[in-house]
Structure formats: C-alpha cells, structure tokens
C-alpha cells in the first residue's frame, strides 16, 4: 500500500507539473503573438519579438508552438490582447505589481481585484506602487555555464549592469531597453539563458515573517493561476529557510 500511495503521490506531482508546463506555455504563446502583432513578424526585426522569443527557448517551450504563434499573428488570427498593468497591495501593506494580457479587460480586472480581497488585500490605480519598484531585465544561466569571473567578464563586453553569482547560478542584470541586445550577446558567447526576461525590482522592501510570506505567496499564487495574468511582483522579504519551507509545502 506505501509504494501504491508513493506512486499516486508521484504521478500527482507529475500531473500538476505537466498542468504548470501547459499554463506556462500558453502565457509564453500569448506574448509571443502580442510582439509579432505590433511589429515585424521576424525577431531580427522586433525587439520585443526577440526577446519573447528568446525567454520561450529558455523555457524549453518547443520550436513549433514559437513557430505556431507567430504565424498566427502574422494571419491576423488569433485574439487581440489588451496589456494592463494592475497595482494594490498585499497582507500586511506589501506592493504588489500584477501584468496582463488580456481579450476583456472587465473580466480580468475583476478576477485579479476577487484575488486581493479575498486575500487580504487591496487593488489600487496605476502608480499605486510602482514608484517602489524599477523596470530592469534580469538573465540566468546554470551555475556550469562558467565561472564567476568568466560570465563577468562576458557581461561587462554584453553590456550588462550587474552580475551576482553564487553556487546557484550566475543572475545578470540590465537596463530594461538592453535586455534583448545583451541577451542576445550573451547567447552568442555562453549559449542559450535559463531565462530572459523584464522586471520589477523592489527599491524598497517589507522584512515578513513565516506568516506573512504564507499569506503573500497565497495570494501571488492565486493571481498566477489566472490565465490572463503573465507576471506577479511584490516587495517582501523573508528568511531564506522560511522560503525554502513554503516551496518544500508547495
């Protein structure tokens, strides 16, 4: 009976990945097709194109669902996707930043403003936190891409601002307008990214505890789950074994 529950407990896992897989392709398939619609269908051509392009590979989404999506916005099919950014925050006054893509815009707000409430939470208007935050771009390589003083240097010649490495891997930041330049440099010197993508980066951030970062990550993860939801940022902080309890739970 052990093994039988072990096997159950296993192919659970397995299918709730696989669901996380699926839902994160479809959310990388939509970007896509929104760059391709508002500019060149060829990512030579469209920054933003390039750059979406680039962070699906990462994710290893296969090259026929990129190819898919952008044929589809170069028919002119598929819908047409609204970007809207969402502000409120969190348990405990934390900011949170919420970006969509959505077809219809009363639905999705009212998804996104039931998940604060029923959270703990409340949605604000655009500038509610953004002023705690800056755009920058941020890429990962695996840890065995080079050495610390290696993947440096590829940065400082990438034209990258910043880089933090530790046994973890290697965490490359750039201005938001060079994130697809310097992606692409570095791809050309290190090979394929783990991940290329744009952020919001707290300037200021809310200490939490055990509780608080439970009712935090509550609500991200409820925001997340919605299909019209492609990034959720928020400014706390919390031990890191307190992190690594909560993603064990998970």
Do not use: C
């Not at 933003?48 to 170069?74: C, F, G, T, Y």
Request: glycine letters at 10%; aromatic letters at 4%; charged letters at 25%.
């Amino acid at each position: 009976m052990a093994g039988h529950s072990q096997f159950k407990n296993i192919m659970h896992r397995k299918g709730r990945q696989d669901k996380v897989r699926a839902k994160l392709f479809s959310k990388l398939a939509r970007e896509i097709t929104v760059a391709a619609k508002t500019g060149l269908p060829d990512p030579t051509m469209n920054p933003r194109l390039r750059l979406a392009v680039q962070n699906a590979r990462a994710q290893s989404m296969p090259k026929d669902n990129i190819e898919r999506a952008i044929k589809k916005a170069s028919g002119g099919e598929g819908d047409n996707y609204e970007e809207i950014r969402y502000e409120g925050y969190g348990p405990g006054g934390i900011a949170v930043i919420v970006e969509a893509l959505s077809d219809n815009r009363n639905r999705t707000g009212g998804a996104v403003r039931a998940a604060f409430v029923k959270h703990g939470g409340n949605l604000g208007s655009t500038g509610a936190v953004s002023h705690m935050f800056n755009r920058i771009g941020e890429i990962t390589y695996p840890a065995d891409a080079g050495s610390a003083d290696a993947i440096l240097e590829a940065a400082i010649e990438a034209g990258a601002d910043d880089v933090v490495s530790d046994e973890n891997g290697h965490l490359i930041m750039t201005s938001f307008d060079t994130l697809g330049t310097v992606a692409g440099s570095l791809e050309e010197r290190l090979g394929e990214a783990e991940s290329v993508k744009s952020v919001w980066q707290p300037t200021i951030s809310t200490e939490v505890d055990e509780q608080g970062a439970t009712s935090i990550m509550k609500l991200i993860a409820a925001l997340e789950d919605d299909d019209d939801v492609q990034n959720v940022y928020a400014n706390f902080e919390a031990d890191d074994e307190v992190m690594a309890r909560l993603a064990a739970e998970d």
